[in-house]
């Protein structure tokens, strides 16, 4: 068969496919005579239960681009030559497979055929820096409730941390499209696990397609339709079971969690496909308070001697006494104070217009309702503050094919998200009383009446058009360019409820309430080559960024809130990438990266006080609730730079072991921090400005077992050092804060992330869709914090490290086939062992279990109702103690 056959009929096979720039992968491979070796030209592939085919060509190697990722079959077939099916080929994002067929001649009429089943690499020779695709099958067998908690097992990543970078460093994508929320760097739309396709981590360099992050990206690729209908309802309950009465209140009770959700997909008619999911999590959470007193009580607490303190719990009044105190504790209702719902409803159609067109269209809902627990109200409960959250993320998507080589894909993505906290939704409430019940009790006493007093709101909304192009130019070369524009509306409005005015609302131009609207717009273009020789791979990019923040900056700084004011300038930056596979051997290859990656700061910075009020610091009002008083926004701030540096080993032991070492260097520069200027009157305020730094270092290593005889297991360990010349963004201010001042670090310090080992271990025993068991162990080092006496710094900051972290959390389910359902039954059991895991600690003792700040206050009695000791119980300072989970799943 001729070339151009060859080439007609890739057309042909070709026709119809899914083609996601940034969530499809690619097999090649080559057809060949068993006997000879000769290549053969014109043997057609086929991805069986799909529209995936291609033809080899003239020197019998084939390419099939576009492929979403899964697990899929593979025919090979020719006439005079028995069919080979090669299963179990899987199939990553951004990421090669190869299988190659060799073809035995026999006679057509006998319809003979070769099963191979395909084994999943352990060494990808294509992969030029640190990546991690985790299918849709492994997360359903981890004990795992959040694709967050996927991440967080991955080899570099602490908390949330991508290799030692600060929050909001990462971008989150959802089918290639960003869904980070601008203000304030987090992901404000949460895929839930049932609607995941495949997780794709990258923690090391990245190429030129991915924009606006510094330490890592997440793509999430979510589910599709089915030509048949499937589906599945998973039901479960669970409580916190913990010996640790002490510390958690109501522990003992009944402390339910609730989930309830489903998928379903399949045909709605000919060409149009349907893919949904919803989900409803509920939590009562592991932190209780006690409703001692609601926010209008009020007491006194003023007089010298005790027993003439007067309390006032829920509407009575009392005389004081310990045994008064004791009681209403004991009697007070249990009230949740870490709660959490949320409701995810996700819905997906795709319609192949025609051979060579694909219209996806997508829509995620998800509403949230949590608390954040402040130990101050553990009494009065009901006046802190309640947090509500909705997204909204629409896409529409349209992929073309050229030609078996080449595709295009045009979408727009529309995102909103809305933000709220307050304790009554209406200022006007009645149930507001004035800020001064906040200061009824006494230092280290629990508050008796008042409630938080800020109404916060915000909305970010984004359009965004994107449009990639991918060609397979010739076999070695496949480039891959794009343009992305992105128009942002933000909105906030933030006010402080005053009672004691009519209005009840301060005027718009008070320090107390504030509010704006921008509509920054940002432009991005970039141009990348993937080369894959023989002998190496090589990633080649270079990607341009432009941001316009549509803000202003005043002219004199002494008197920022009455200055002339200019527009922001935009900015841009060019960012090159590089990076090389190079096969040292059939079962080992060595990478090499190296780029220049570059992030605007969340713009929460840019736009903080835009008033630019300075309030005059003789009394010490209410700050607001997102920000710090007389901290003022910056919207000429610079885009924040890191460059990484990558060499890494990836090595095949025997059959079924593999062996990943990776060793890494991240120099940090233009860091977000503060300046401290001032007024004319000499009044103190900080200016958000570029001028952090920091470096990072380390080595991970990762063994896997491949699934064998029953058993996977994988482990891996990272080594880093963290350091920067601040932690926080606003330290310079906060330095200066202190009586006296403290003059701000020049050195660099161990950074509050920094966690020196971290071990995460996986082994899952038994037969997979029968009887399994996964278990999942985790250890690290405890993360820095700075000592103090009687509040005063006694040694350099961050010099002294919390006690190190372990948990184990368990996963066994049984499988049964019964009347054609599959019925799943599961136990699920979170920090196996119930350990206390201290997150934040006293900083004179660095431990949460106890403190020596009562030794400083020679043990008088707090003003308020709670006793000394019982104060310093802080259940905050620790992770959630063991909970327990039970459930079954149907599916059909």
């Not at 991440?151 to 602490?158: F, P, S, Y």
């Not at 349907?274 to 007193?293: H, N, P, Q, W």
């Not at 079924?656 to 009157?681: C, H, P, Q, W």
Request: charge should be negative; proline fraction near 5%.
């Amino acid at each position: 068969m001729g070339k151009w056959v060859c080439r007609i009929v890739n057309v042909l096979l070709f026709s119809s496919v899914v083609l996601w720039a940034g969530t499809t992968g690619k097999i090649v491979g080559a057809a060949v005579d068993a006997q000879t070796g000769e290549p053969l030209p014109g043997v057609n592939i086929i991805v069986e239960g799909t529209t995936f085919g291609a033809a080899t060509d003239v020197d019998g190697t084939y390419i099939i681009i576009g492929i979403p990722p899964g697990v899929y079959t593979l025919r090979a077939s020719m006439i005079g030559y028995q069919d080979v099916v090669v299963s179990n080929v899987r199939v990553n994002v951004d990421k090669t497979t190869r299988i190659d067929f060799q073809m035995r001649e026999t006679a057509v009429e006998l319809g003979e055929t070769i099963e191979v089943v395909a084994e999943r690499p352990l060494v990808r020779r294509d992969l030029t820096s640190t990546e991690t695709n985790i299918g849709s099958d492994v997360i359903e067998s981890l004990p795992v409730e959040n694709f967050t908690d996927v991440v967080n097992l991955q080899a570099g990543v602490i908390e949330g941390h991508f290799r030692g970078g600060r929050i909001g460093e990462v971008v989150y994508m959802i089918d290639g499209i960003p869904v980070n929320d601008v203000y304030s760097g987090e992901f404000a739309v949460e895929v839930e696990n049932n609607a995941i396709q495949e997780l794709n981590v990258i923690s090391g360099t990245f190429n030129a397609e991915y924009g606006q992050a510094m330490s890592g990206v997440v793509n999430i690729v979510t589910k599709e339709g089915t030509n048949v209908f499937t589906g599945n309802a998973t039901v479960y309950f669970g409580d916190y079971i913990s010996r640790h009465k002490d510390i958690f209140w109501n522990i003992d009770a009944l402390n339910p969690v609730r989930n309830y959700q489903f998928n379903v997909s399949g045909p709605i008619f000919k060409n149009l496909t349907f893919f949904a999911s919803g989900r409803l999590y509920e939590t009562e959470g592991y932190i209780y308070g006690k409703r001692v007193f609601l926010p209008t009580d009020h007491s006194d607490f003023t007089a010298e001697k005790p027993e003439d303190w007067i309390v006032e719990s829920r509407g009575r009044q009392y005389n004081f006494s310990e045994d008064l105190a004791e009681r209403l504790i004991a009697e007070a209702p249990a009230v949740p104070m870490n709660n959490r719902k949320r409701l995810t409803l996700n819905a997906k159609l795709t319609y192949r217009l025609g051979t060579l067109d694909k219209i996806n269209l997508e829509t995620i809902y998800q509403e949230k309702q949590w608390r954040e627990y402040d130990h101050r109200f553990r009494l009065n409960p009901d006046g802190d503050y309640r947090r509500f959250r909705t997204s909204i993320h629409q896409t529409v998507a349209w992929n073309h094919v050229f030609n078996e080589r080449t595709f295009m894909d045009l979408r727009y993505a529309y995102f909103y998200t809305r933000y709220k906290q307050y304790v009554y939704e209406d200022p006007f409430d009645p149930r507001y009383v004035s800020a001064q019940r906040l200061q009824d009790t006494g230092a280290n006493a629990y508050l008796s009446g008042g409630q938080q007093m800020w109404h916060f709101k915000r909305s970010t909304t984004t359009h965004l058009v994107k449009w990639d192009i991918t060609s397979q130019v010739t076999p070695m070369h496949q480039l891959k360019g794009g343009v992305e524009y992105r128009r942002h509306r933000l909105w906030m409005h933030e006010f402080e409820v005053v009672p004691e005015l009519p209005e009840r609302i301060p005027p718009i131009t008070q320090y107390n309430n504030n509010k704006y609207t921008h509509y920054p717009i940002e432009f991005s273009a970039y141009l990348q080559d993937k080369m894959e020789f023989t002998y190496m791979v090589v990633n080649a990019g270079v990607r341009f960024d432009y941001f316009d923040p549509d803000g202003e900056v005043p002219t004199d700084f002494s008197n920022p809130g009455k200055s002339p004011r200019t527009k922001a300038k935009p900015s841009y930056q060019v960012s090159p990438r590089f990076g090389i596979a190079y096969p040292i051997s059939e079962t080992g290859v060595i990478h090499v990266s190296y780029g220049h990656f570059f992030q605007i700061p969340t713009f929460f910075y840019l736009y903080t006080n835009p008033e630019f009020d300075i309030y005059p610091l003789q009394s010490t009002p209410s700050p607001p609730p997102q920000s710090l008083l007389n901290t003022v926004g910056n919207a000429e701030l610079k885009p924040q730079k890191t460059v990484i540096y990558e060499i890494g080993l990836q090595q095949q032991l025997g059959r079924d072991y593999g062996l990943s070492v990776t060793a890494f260097f991240k120099d940090i520069r233009n860091l977000l921090g503060t300046e401290v200027l001032y007024t004319l009157e000499g009044i103190k305020y900080a200016r958000y400005i570029n001028r952090d730094y920091g470096y990072v270092r380390g080595v991970t290593l990762e063994f896997e077992k491949r699934y064998s005889d029953g058993i996977y297991a994988a482990i891996d360990y990272t080594y880093q050092i963290a350091k920067g010349n601040a932690s926080d963004p606003n330290t310079a201010y906060l330095d200066q804060q202190t009586d006296p001042p403290k003059e701000t670090v020049k050195q660099l310090v161990p950074l509050d992330w920094d966690r020196r080992h971290q071990l995460n271990a996986t082994i899952t025993l038994g037969t997979p869709g029968n009887l399994a068991v996964s278990i999942v162990a985790r250890y690290g080092t405890g993360f820095p914090y700075t000592p103090t006496f009687q509040n005063v710094q006694t040694a350099v900051e961050n010099s002294g490290r919390k006690p190190d972290i372990y948990y184990v959390d368990v996963y066994a389910y049984k499988d049964i086939q019964l009347f054609g359902f599959k019925f799943s039954f599961f136990l699920r059991v979170f920090n196996l062992f119930d350990r206390l895991n201290e997150v934040n600690v006293f900083t004179d003792t660095g431990r949460a279990g106890y403190t020596l700040a009562p030794l400083y206050v020679g043990g008088l009695r707090p003003r308020g109702l709670n006793k000394l000791q019982d104060y310093y119980i802080r259940p905050d300072f620790y992770k959630e103690p063991r909970q327990v989970q039970l459930g079954f799943e149907i599916e059909f």
